[in-house]
């Protein structure tokens, strides 16, 4: 079982029985938007989530989010969700400042 909970989002909650998915597609699937401009390909960083909680549960970097911390686009508690797969249990995260939406309204 899977759990993403969105914290700037009013701490919209995702479960899913499917482990060992994108995390943009658990998200994309329950029509919450979320910033992709390179199509889900990681050639950007505009899908970048902050973990907050649960990172452990992630799988590990890939080829594409160590070029961009090497290139230091991501710290170390930031992840591509087009990357990155969930393998099991809860995953506290947050949308970037810089990779909100203006038509949406965040929570602090």
């Given at each position: 079982?899977?759990?993403?909970?969105?914290?700037?989002?009013?701490?919209?909650?995702?479960?899913?029985?499917?482990?060992?998915?994108?995390?943009?597609?658990?998200?994309?699937?329950?029509?919450?938007?979320?910033?992709?401009?390179?199509?889900?390909?990681?050639?950007?960083?505009?899908?970048k989530?902050?973990?907050?909680?649960?990172?452990?549960?992630?799988?590990?970097?890939?080829?594409?989010?160590?070029?961009f911390?090497?290139?230091?686009?991501?710290?170390?508690?930031?992840?591509?969700?087009?990357?990155?797969?969930?393998?099991?249990?809860?995953?506290?995260?947050?949308?970037?400042?810089?990779?909100?939406?203006?038509?949406?309204?965040?929570?602090?």
């Amino acid at each position: 079982m899977v759990k993403i909970i969105i914290e700037n989002l009013n701490h919209e909650e995702i479960s899913s029985s499917s482990s060992g998915r994108k995390v943009i597609e658990l998200i994309h699937e329950n029509y919450i938007d979320w910033m992709h401009a390179c199509g889900k390909k990681g050639r950007c960083t505009s899908c970048k989530m902050i973990v907050i909680k649960g990172g452990e549960n992630l799988d590990e970097l890939t080829d594409r989010e160590e070029f961009f911390k090497s290139k230091g686009r991501l710290k170390t508690n930031e992840r591509l969700t087009c990357q990155t797969k969930i393998k099991q249990g809860e995953l506290l995260i947050r949308v970037a400042d810089e990779n909100k939406f203006p038509h949406i309204s965040y929570s602090d």
